[in-house]
């Protein structure tokens, strides 16, 4: 018996890759070349373009896109409203909602590996390599330890300081227009 089978889209088209043990309900889109693993759930009214990869348990709310080539990790939860673009990869145990701050960057470092960063809870956690869900200063910390101040350790510490800005600026762009300015 094949682990996997095609997804039939709400509107009758052939569909992306489904583990049968995913949960994809009822009016969920999944285009052909998708990949959906055992115990990812994707809700009513999600939409996973071609080339997206869903890992295990992680978690698709409705309206909720997912573009071309993006990687969702394991755990991960996408809720309704965000976008996650082409070739953007969302680290295991993230969380993105609609008009949070996340941003991928790389490859960077030693290991010529995608770096991903987003808000929880009003503070950043960073992802890369083997490197899951480290606060700013844990983040920080191990690179030291790891590299010390070579090349690697300036191109992280570079990425951490224009990455930190973005999301400064983020901030307070919301808050203005939380406070109608």
Known sequence: MDLYINHTNPDGSRGGQVHRRATIYEGATIYAGAIIHEGATIYAGATIYAGATIYEGAI??????IYEGAIIGVRATIYAGAIIHEGATIGVRATIYAGAFWRNFGPIGSRNAKLFVCEQESELLWWTGCMCAKRTDEFLAR???THG???????????????TGEYNRHKAQKEEAQNGQ
Do not use: C, D, L, V
């Not at 698709?60 to 896109?65: D, L, Q, R, S, Y």
């Open 149 to 163: 101040n070579n090349h690697y350790a300036q191109s992280y510490r570079a990425a951490i300081e224009f990455i």
């Open 143 to 145: 690179i030291k330890e």
């Open 60 to 65: 698709i709310h409705e309206g909720a896109t």
